[in-house]
C-alpha cells in the first residue's frame, strides 16, 4: 500500500464546477501536509498547507481530518487555468522536511 | 532572485553509463533534496543533503548517490544506468528545518535507451 493515495482522475468538468480532491495517508506519525500544483512537464509548485481547523485560499479550501487520515481539496467556480495535476503531500517532520508525494490526481477543465 | 536552477534540461543515456546532474538551489537556502518522478507517477524522495552530508535517504539503490558543495550546490550521480531510471529528476531547495517549504526545480528529464 503506497504511503499517500488519490484517486488518479482524470476529473472533467466544466468551468464554474466545483470540483472535491480526496487523498488518504497510512503514516499517523505525518505532522505536515500541504496541496501542491503541477502543471504539464513543470516542476510542483505549493498551493497551501493543509491545517487541521481548514484553511481557505480564495477559491481554495483545504481540510484534514487526523482520526481518519484524510485530507481534502475543494475548488469553486473552476477557471481553465486550474487544469493541473494536483499532488496530496505528507512531512514526517521527525525524517528532516522528507515530502512523501501522492500520485496525483489530473484536473482538467473544459469551456 | 533566482529560483532553483538544475542542468541539464534533457539527457539521453544507454543502459549501463553513468550520468551527473546539477542543482543550484534558491539565494540563502542550505538545503538541498533530489526527488525522482516516474511518467504518470508522483516524485519520490532520493535523499537530502545539508552541510555537504547525506541527511536523510529514501529507498533508492546504492547506484545513486549524491554531494553537496560548500556554495550549497548540489549533484545527483547515478551509475549504471537501468530504463527504470528513466524519469524527471527534481531538486528541492529549502532552509534547514522541518516544515520549510521547498521550492523546486524545473527539472531534468533522463532518459535512458
Known amino acids: 500500500r503506497k504511503e499517500v493515495e488519490q484517486d488518479p482522475g482524470p476529473f472533467n468538468v466544466p468551468e464554474g464546477a466545483t470540483v472535491a480532491f480526496n487523498c488518504t495517508y497510512s503514516?499517523?506519525?505525518?505532522?505536515?501536509f500541504f496541496w501542491y500544483r503541477q502543471d504539464c512537464r513543470k516542476e510542483p509548485k505549493l498551493l497551501m498547507s493543509?491545517?487541521?481547523s481548514g484553511n481557505e485560499d480564495g477559491r481554495f479550501t483545504a481540510q484534514l481530518n487526523r482520526a481518519s487520515q484524510y485530507i481534502s481539496l475543494l475548488i469553486r467556480d473552476s477557471k481553465l487555468s486550474d487544469s493541473a495535476t494536483y499532488l496530496c503531500v505528507v512531512n514526517r517532520n521527525n525524517a528532516g522536511n522528507m515530502l512523501t508525494f501522492g500520485g496525483g490526481t489530473r484536473l482538467m477543465v473544459k469551456p | 532572485d533566482a529560483g532553483v536552477t538544475q542542468s541539464p534540461t534533457h539527457l539521453i543515456k544507454t543502459r549501463g553509463q553513468q550520468v551527473t546532474l546539477r542543482c543550484s538551489p534558491k539565494s540563502g537556502h542550505d538545503t538541498v533534496s533530489w526527488y525522482q518522478q516516474a511518467l504518470g507517477q508522483g516524485p519520490q524522495f532520493i535523499f537530502q543533503?545539508?552541510?555537504?552530508?547525506?541527511?536523510q535517504r529514501g529507498n533508492f539503490p546504492d547506484r545513486f548517490s549524491g554531494h553537496q558543495f560548500p556554495n550549497y550546490s548540489s549533484e545527483l550521480n547515478v551509475n549504471a544506468l537501468l530504463l527504470g531510471d528513466s524519469a524527471l529528476y527534481l531538486c528541492?531547495?529549502?532552509?534547514?528545518?522541518?516544515?520549510?517549504?521547498?521550492?523546486f526545480g524545473p527539472g531534468t528529464r533522463l532518459t535512458v535507451l
Open positions: 493543509v491545517y487541521s
Open positions: 503514516n499517523s506519525a505525518s505532522q505536515s
Open positions: 528541492a531547495s529549502s532552509l534547514t528545518g522541518d516544515n520549510n517549504e521547498q521550492f
Open positions: 543533503y545539508y552541510e555537504e552530508e547525506e541527511r
